[in-house]
């Protein structure tokens, strides 16, 4: 193992930031995997899990079992982890800025498609290897055409360089109250099916575009844009699997969870080849993927106090009462649904809601009908 410690951009007189990065295995002798925790700054059980896989790993390398190359970013919001109001962490939103930590990163796609227009061969190795030499170079003339770089901008090129040529993205969320899930490319599946089992999540969302470059779409994103130009003259792969896994809620931080979704992801690693071992039988799957735009955002009818009638994980019907909101002032009670039958798989983490606030998510079978453009709940 490797540790490196990546100084960021000094923020101000008198500050420093840096990120911790290690790294197991060698680079080149196989795939290459990523892994972060705690983009969004206040969300922990990626942190923990990364702690848990992390001993294994260690144990992996040391006895030569590591078949590829992973890094680890065990935190990667230093930004983020100083920012407190209230007794509260606020690790969504930088404050400087009001921007979201996991939106606006670099799209590539269209400036690697014109990168390798007369380089591309009949070898779809070769081609993986001349995209991502592309895409290495394009991310840091990225960083020095938009010079100078605020200290978020620079955290965000610095976590993309680490993992722009990864056959494998894996970003570590939660959300609010929820079971596990994940958000993955539309192009990736049914790719990563036996990633969605392995970890066991509940709901597995595809889009190809969500809104607003999340971290791991501006990993998986220029293949698809290759594939769509060049795949019917030249192979190539679907090369990167990037995706969010959302480690059920804010709270859940624990180790009898961390443990067994660290014990899952070593797992899904020797199943893709960059660990020796037996990952053993694949667990059944507990969901089939279900598309982003068919997720019911349920935003609040006024304001008041939420009460919710059912629990995050539970399937519901459409028009099925969730909860309801209750103004104490003039005894307004408002039950909420959904439009469509489906996992609610996401509720809100705080129960003192303004009118339009959201409060939780259904993930039907179809796209709903105004559910284009932006599909994720922030920007
Ligand atoms: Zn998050």
């Not at 995209?131 to 993309?160: M, W």
Request: proline share 7%; glycine share 8%.
């Amino acid at each position: 193992m490797q540790e490196d410690r990546i100084e960021l951009l000094r923020p101000q007189m008198g500050t420093s930031r840096a990120l911790t990065v290690r790294r197991y295995g060698k680079p080149g002798s196989g795939p290459k995997a990523y892994f972060q925790a705690a983009l969004h700054a206040d969300e922990l059980p990626g942190v923990i899990t990364l702690h848990h896989l992390e001993k294994q790993l260690k144990e992996a390398d040391e006895k030569g079992d590591i078949t590829g190359e992973i890094v680890v970013v065990p935190f990667a919001n230093p930004i983020g982890f100083t920012q407190y109001v209230d007794m509260k962490p606020i690790g969504r939103f930088e404050m400087r800025s009001g921007q979201n930590f996991n939106r606006h990163y670099p799209d590539l796609g269209p400036a690697v498609v014109e990168a390798v227009a007369s380089r591309l061969t009949q070898n779809a190795d070769e081609n993986v290897k001349i995209i991502r030499a592309e895409l290495r170079r394009l991310i840091s003339e990225h960083r020095k055409d938009n010079a100078p770089l605020s200290d978020l901008s620079d955290l965000r090129f610095t976590l993309a360089e680490l993992a722009i040529d990864a056959d494998y993205v894996m970003d570590l969320h939660c959300d609010w109250e929820a079971p596990m899930h994940l958000y993955i490319s539309d192009h990736n599946w049914p790719d990563a099916q036996d990633l969605s089992a392995q970890i066991g999540s509940e709901c597995s969302l595809i889009a190809e575009i969500s809104g607003d470059n999340p971290f791991d779409e501006a990993f998986s994103r220029p293949w698809v844009e290759l594939r769509r130009v060049y795949g019917d003259k030249f192979p190539i792969p679907m090369a990167t699997l990037a995706t969010t896994i959302e480690l059920r809620g804010d709270r859940d931080v624990y180790d009898e969870y961390a443990i067994t979704d660290a014990d899952n992801l070593f797992k899904f690693l020797q199943r893709r080849g960059l660990i020796k071992g037996d990952p053993g039988p694949l667990p059944e799957a507990k969901c089939d993927a279900t598309p982003l735009s068919g997720v019911d955002r349920v935003m609040a009818p006024q304001g008041g106090m939420v009460v919710f009638g059912v629990a995050a994980g539970e399937i519901v019907k459409a028009g099925q009462e969730l909860g309801y909101v209750l103004d104490c002032e003039t005894g307004q009670k408002t039950p909420f649904s959904s439009r469509t039958d489906g996992v609610l798989y996401s509720r809100i983490g705080i129960r003192l809601i303004v009118p339009g606030g959201y409060l939780c998510s259904v993930a039907g079978p179809e796209a709903l009908p105004g559910r284009e453009g932006q599909l994720l709940l922030s920007k």
